[in-house]
């Protein structure tokens, strides 16, 4: 029976985090880390800031020699409308915004204005889950970023290389996917070897910033895949380490921060520390409540969960199941709103059936 309960925990942890949730992002271009109006599709080039405002998608043009040209020049205004449907997630028109935009910038020989396209066009296809698609592309764009000069371990190569390790991870492929997983982590240990950045955060450059967080990032989603593989002491140490930069960088009451403490809370259930875990969850129940979270019913199934498999009081599994099927249900989130009639029905069997009658 605890199988079932953890069977929620791992479901729900990220909630669909490779997505949905990053960490804060710099200025800089290559910053995978913000939780951006994009969802979460970081690309190499493009989406390194909250949000695509003008003024913001001209600085990251600029890295590709279009900040002299016309404001509105069509290129440029043809690969925001192909960015803005990403953002709302019209990916049919999205793809079709960027091919005109490839089309007009092979017409004008412009290389960097194309590799620029082609790293979208791979986060669109991250994103829509056509991982053949976007692994072609996503090499393609590395092929030409190393070819004009940029370094094997530059931030957006590193980027890059763990999105096409959580394509492996997807997959199956555990063999790859490990490899990339450690091969981004490796990278970026070595750029922050004998640095105390956590330390001196404010006063990082934003190339430094980066590193940092992409370190993060590569290191949570290695967690995942360490859970995947049962693996749950190594699980526990990776989302610990994203827990630290995350509270440092974002702040203790962000999106990132709070998924980041559901996951430990999640993984410290499994080794049933559970008062640990009931901690964690807590605390991230009443940050969430604060931010107005989306990911309440989420965290309300995992406390539920986790209070049935300890088996102290059912009643209040029973209080946080049902708080996490009323605002599953109000929040439209269809798969936290079978899990927490999943969990309830689990109760059913479980508790005394005077625990059901209110």
């Known amino acids: 029976m605890a199988s079932m309960a953890s069977s929620y925990r791992v479901l729900f942890r990220l909630v669909r985090r490779p997505f949905n949730y990053i960490f804060r992002q710099s200025s800089s271009p290559t910053s995978p880390i913000s939780s951006s109006s994009l969802p979460q599709v970081t690309q190499s080039f493009c ?6 405002k003008s003024a913001m998608l001209a600085g990251l043009l600029s890295l590709l020699g279009l900040q002299e040209r016309e404001p509105e020049d069509p290129l440029i205004h043809t690969i925001k409308l192909g960015i803005l449907n990403l953002q709302r997630q019209d990916f049919n028109k999205a793809e079709s915004m960027l091919h005109i935009a490839l089309k007009m910038a092979q017409e004008r020989e412009d290389c960097q204005a194309e590799t620029y396209i ?7 296809a991250f994103e829509k889950g056509d991982y053949d698609k976007a692994e072609k592309l996503f090499v393609d764009v590395m092929k030409r970023s190393i070819a004009a000069g940029m370094p094997r371990d530059d931030n957006a190569i590193v ?17 790859k996917a490990e490899q990339g997983y450690r091969f981004c982590i490796d990278a970026q240990e070595k750029k922050l070897e004998k640095k105390d950045y956590l330390e001196r955060l404010s006063e990082l450059s934003d190339v430094e910033k980066d ?15 360490q859970l995947e593989q049962g693996r749950i002491l190594e699980a526990q140490k990776c989302f610990e380490d994203a827990l630290t930069v995350s509270e440092k960088v974002n702040g203790m009451e962000h999106e990132v921060t709070l998924s980041l403490l559901n996951d430990v809370g999640t993984v410290a259930s499994m080794l049933h520390d559970y ?3 009931l901690k964690l969850l807590g605390e991230a129940i009443a940050k969430g ?7 309440l019913a989420v965290f309300y ?14 009643a209040e599994a029973e209080d946080a199941c049902r708080e996490a099927l009323k605002l599953a249900t109000r929040t439209n989130n269809s798969e936290a709103a079978v899990r927490s009639r999943e969990c309830l029905e689990e109760l059913k069997k479980r508790a005394p059936r005077a625990v059901f009658v209110r």
């Not at 989406?47 to 695509?52: D, E, K, V």
């Not at 980027?159 to 063999?175: F, G, N, Q, V, W």
């Open 47 to 52: 989406q390194r800031l909250p949000s695509c």
């Open 118 to 124: 082609f790293d979208i066009l791979a986060n669109v």
């Open 159 to 175: 980027e890059m290389s763990l999105k096409l390790a959580e394509i492996y991870d997807h997959r199956k492929d555990t063999k």
């Open 211 to 225: 590193t940092l967080v992409l370190w993060a990032r590569s290191t949570e989603a290695f967690g995942r895949h």
């Open 275 to 277: 008062d640990r875990a």
């Open 289 to 295: 409540r604060d931010i107005k979270s989306n990911n």
């Open 301 to 314: 199934c995992n406390l539920g969960g986790i209070l049935m498999e300890e088996g102290r009081s059912y």
